[in-house]
């Protein structure tokens, strides 16, 4: 198993930016396809953006697209989520999760997660 950390969560205000942070240990993160999933209060957890194992390949969902960007360096294990002209309905907390192999965009696809970092964007 491969055991994630979130971090660089926070509040900003509407228009700002964060950079969230996923590192990996346990296992070589170039082994696995990654993703971000979020989930508002009230709400269930969603699919923000995903990569492939060496990111050649990006998925979004369509709220993002264009704002947030996934990335990742597998020589650092980490796994990173640029997000800018944040809105107040980003607020969430943001997890990151693990796959082996193939990407997907389905939670139910992904077995190893984050404990989440809180993003929370204010008008």
């Known amino acids: 198993q491969v055991q994630l950390v979130e971090s660089g969560g926070g509040l900003v205000q509407a228009g700002g930016s964060l950079r969230l942070s996923c590192a990996a240990s346990?296992?070589?993160?170039?082994?696995?396809?990654m993703g971000w999933f979020r989930q508002a209060p009230g709400k269930e957890r969603e699919f923000v953006a995903a990569i492939t194992w060496d990111g050649g390949s990006t998925y979004y969902e369509d709220s993002v697209k264009g704002r947030f960007t996934i990335s990742r360096d597998n020589a650092k294990n980490t796994m990173y989520l640029q997000m800018n002209s944040l809105k107040p309905e980003d607020t969430a907390v943001y997890y990151c999760?693990?796959?082996?192999?193939?990407?997907?965009?389905?939670?139910?696809?992904?077995?190893?997660w984050g404990q989440g970092t809180q993003v929370t964007v204010s008008s």
């Open positions: 346990g296992r070589p993160l170039s082994n696995y396809a």
């Open positions: 999760a693990a796959r082996k192999l193939k990407i997907a965009t389905m939670e139910k696809s992904f077995n190893n």
